[in-house]
């Protein structure tokens, strides 16, 4: 009797975990994109993919969040630092008298500064 209504299968739908239906497929489409050759060929001669030796370079450039938190202090620090001259940002160009607007510092930069603070 419960199939003849016309809300069971809704009543089915609310007891899934809420949102989209996930598509199950063979590969992610993350690992298919970063792939530039078929899965059986991206292989190296150590047996490991190409491409995730390059998720373990760490970034040079951080932005301002990050550069933060690498500090232990706050992003308006951060600012201020940079506004003072302490901390310089690297100015990335866009084309002729242009530039990114984004906040980049250099880990380089942030850890000579660490040890000039420390007196060493």
Do not use: C
Not at 31 to 44: E, K, L, Q, W, Y
Not at 85 to 114: A, H, S
């Amino acid at each position: 009797m419960a199939d003849e209504l016309p809300l069971a299968g809704a009543r089915e739908r609310l007891r899934r975990k809420p949102g989209r239906p996930r598509k199950s497929s063979a590969m992610p489409p993350a690992t298919a994109a970063a792939s530039p050759v078929g899965p059986d060929m991206a292989r190296g001669a150590e047996g490991h993919r190409a491409y995730e030796t390059v998720r373990s370079v760490p970034p040079r450039l951080l932005d301002l969040k990050t550069t933060a938190a690498y500090l232990g202090v706050s992003p308006w620090t951060v600012r201020d630092l940079e506004f003072g001259g302490v901390l310089r940002r690297v100015n990335i160009p866009l084309g002729p008298r242009k530039e990114l607007r984004k906040l980049l510092f250099d880990r380089q930069d942030l850890d000579r500064l660490v040890e000039t603070w420390k007196g060493g």
